[in-house]
């Protein structure tokens, strides 16, 4: 059953990403942002850590992507670094499965880290989902509204991943089915931006 819910979190992020079979592998060198921060890892699992990420442009299958974001947010904060260091990656890929597996976390301290991010101008649809995905379940949410937008989307697996993300972090679903007509759906979407109208000004969530 956890498994499943991760393949679903991860639908958003990586399952429209195809992984081109001549990308250069993945170094985590370049992901070092705030090493000094985090507890460090042993030599060994820091060969662990290292041999991860370079497989993250080579995993295609769903169910190889979920094990490597769940060994990542088992792997917890030694991996903060090169996480941290692969979502902006330019394949949008490997950033989502960075950023799926900082989430699967749930350590709050990883908010002021990915705010700070600098984040290209233009972000890819999907991975601008999965980034606000990571920020909710790490109890950020700033990032509401773009999952709001995600229930319009055209793809049912995404619209799928919005809600379930939503009603998880908010235990609401106000009235949204995945499945339902356009017209229902956006009833239902109306009734999440006036949700979010009456609350996004209160002072105990995290929105700075």
């Known amino acids: 059953m956890n498994k499943e819910r991760t393949a679903h979190a991860l639908l958003a992020g990586i399952a429209s990403v195809a992984l081109a079979a001549g990308c250069a592998t993945t170094s985590s060198s370049t992901g070092l942002a ?18 991860h990420a370079q497989r993250l442009p080579w995993t295609n299958r769903l169910e190889d992507k979920v094990a490597l974001i769940e060994w990542f947010g088992n792997v917890g904060e030694p991996a903060y670094p090169t996480l941290l260091g692969l979502v902006t990656d330019p394949r949008p890929g490997v950033a989502g499965m960075a ?9 709050p301290r990883l908010v002021m880290h990915l705010r700070n991010v600098d984040w290209p101008v233009e972000v890819d649809p999907d991975l601008s989902l999965e980034r606000a995905r990571a920020l909710l379940q790490l109890g950020d949410w700033s990032q509401m509204p773009v999952l709001i937008e995600g229930l319009r989307d055209e793809r049912f697996y995404t619209r799928a991943v919005c809600i379930r993300t939503l009603s998880a972090e908010t235990h609401e679903r106000l009235g949204y089915n995945a499945r339902a007509p356009e017209e229902e759906r956006e009833q239902a979407v ?12 209160d002072p105990f969530l995290d929105l700075d």
């Open 34 to 51: 705030g090493a000094d921060e985090w507890l460090e890892p042993s030599p060994s699992l820091a060969m662990d850590i290292e041999s």
């Open 99 to 107: 950023l799926a597996s900082l989430g699967r976390t749930r350590d």
């Open 190 to 201: 109306i009734a999440w931006e006036a949700w979010w109208g009456l609350r996004g000004d």
